[in-house]
């Protein structure tokens, strides 16, 4: 996993509070695995999947990224961030390709601890250890 790399993309306030919020929303923590499975659910497979393989990134669209994470997930988000959800919307099309390939340059996401971790560690918020299963 590229951490470097994945700060710099947080560096931004703006995707740093963007990415806190939609990673929070799906589930305990920063949890980089729900929000992939929720894509996914919502009908963006292919994308994810290029994502994390070693392969050129499928783009995602505002609207497809809307329409996978759900109306009223994105609206909070974008509200935590102070953006509008039209904007939310575009900036995590742009940002989430760039993660995920990021966290899974071998074409493997680690495990969720450590990706759990990892987040919580480059975006801020609490580890696995704060909250035990």
């Known amino acids: 996993m590229d951490l470097d790399q994945i700060n710099k993309l947080a560096e931004n306030d703006v995707v740093r509070r963007l990415l806190q919020s939609v990673l929070g929303r799906a589930g305990d923590g920063l949890d980089l695995n729900r929000l992939l499975d929720q894509l996914q659910q919502g009908g963006l497979q292919q994308q994810v999947y290029s994502w994390i393989q070693i392969a050129p990134n499928r783009e995602v669209t ?19 961030a102070g953006i509008s959800p039209e904007q939310a919307a575009d900036k995590l099309s742009e940002v989430l390709p760039e993660l995920v390939d990021r966290a899974s340059p071998s074409g493997v996401l680690p495990d969720a601890t450590t990706l759990q971790d990892a987040m919580s560690q480059v975006l801020g918020g609490e580890t696995r250890e704060d909250h035990p299963s």
């Open 62 to 80: 505002g609207p497809q990224v809307r329409d996978a994470l759900g109306a009223a997930n994105l609206d909070a988000a974008a509200k935590d």
